[in-house]
């Protein structure tokens, strides 16, 4: 018994010139980016048993290149995950950046047992940029099924592919593979865009 949630994969989601830009961007900022937290009821800690890669919270201009991205692609993506449209109260965003023994293990993005009051995550939508040759290995996005829920679902296996974008429902339990890269070199590193669409 396990049943997966619907996700949908796009590729070749930015022109070259943007994606030229947001490489710059991020190698620019390097010094700028912290290490990752995570949620814990109410409150944000660090927590490197659970997740350990760098994140940047200021994305700056590329808020406005993504806000657009997804909005021209919000009828296929509501489609694809065989949603029924909703107004996209806030975007959320973060970049972020997994290096050699980084990883983010099994967590949705929702914490759905809060009634805060807020907007909450519906949908989480990852971009995935590198630098060409790619030298990381691992770093694959897993979703996995519901194990309660009648079907064979298996997980699946997500390749962080240079400008692709993967949107799958903050519900969703994912979890981030440990990256292994020989050099310590930032700009080697797999670099994601991670968006979130609230309701
Ligand atoms: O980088 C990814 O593939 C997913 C990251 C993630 O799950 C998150 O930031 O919540
Ligand atoms: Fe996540």
Sequence with gaps: ???LFAYHQFEN??????????????L???????????????????????????????????????I?????????????LN???????????????????A????????????????SSRVISAVFYYHLTPKEFEGGELVLYPLPFLPGDDQPVVINPMNNKLVVFPSVAPHEVLPVTLQKSDFSK???????????
């Design 1 to 3: 018994m396990a049943k």
């Design 13 to 26: 989601v930015l022109d070259q010139g943007t994606l030229a830009e947001l490489v710059d961007f991020t």
């Design 28 to 66: 620019t900022n390097e010094a700028n980016y912290t290490l990752s937290n995570v949620a814990r009821v109410g409150e944000k800690v660090i927590d490197t048993t659970s997740r350990y890669s760098l994140t940047l919270l200021k994305p700056s201009k590329f808020k406005h290149v993504f």
């Design 68 to 80: 657009e991205k997804l909005t021209a692609l919000s009828d296929d993506i509501f489609y694809h």
């Design 83 to 101: 949603m029924s449209r909703f107004k996209i109260s806030k975007f959320e965003f973060q970049l972020s950046a997994h290096g050699n023994g």
């Design 103 to 118: 990883f983010f293990k099994q967590h949705i993005d929702t914490i759905s047992h809060q009634s805060t009051g807020k």
């Design 189 to 199: 590193y797999r670099f994601s865009v991670n968006c979130w669409l609230h309701k």
